[in-house]
């Protein structure tokens, strides 16, 4: 499956974004599409991810009540809705991924999309 992220942007603290992650070349059936980030001189992180067959979605501890996870089963499309930013979310934000039998790795990643948000 190839994914193709993008919406990120430059905003104020306190504004709203949306990424997109849209998938193509599969069905995403049976598969968990996640979201990380990954900022300047820090490792990568969990964000949140999504099942597609029942959008069942989880959320790190630093972004519930903030973002929303959601997908669109006709466009093929995963979203992350990012609502109350912070500066702390400033990073690079990439979708990626893996089938939801297991507990596998993520193998399948977009090529990430810049948000930065500014104090």
């Known amino acids: 499956v190839q994914l193709q992220a993008s919406g990120g942007g430059f905003v104020q603290a306190g504004a709203s974004l949306r990424l997109s992650c849209r998938a193509s070349?599969?069905?995403?059936?049976?598969?968990?599409i996640g979201w990380f980030r990954q900022a300047p001189g820090k490792e990568r992180e969990f964000v949140a991810h999504?099942?597609?067959?029942?959008?069942?979605?989880a959320y790190s501890d630093s972004v519930k009540g903030r973002f929303t996870i959601s997908r669109d089963s006709a466009e093929n499309t995963v979203y992350l809705q990012m609502n109350n930013l912070k500066p702390e979310d400033t990073a690079i934000y990439y979708c990626?991924?893996?089938?939801?039998?297991?507990?596998?790795?993520?193998?399948?990643w977009g090529q990430g999309t810049q948000v930065t948000v500014s104090s």
């Open positions: 999504i099942t597609w067959n029942l959008g069942t979605p």
């Open positions: 990626a991924a893996r089938s939801s039998a297991g507990t596998g790795p993520y193998n399948n």
């Open positions: 070349g599969r069905t995403l059936y049976n598969w968990i």
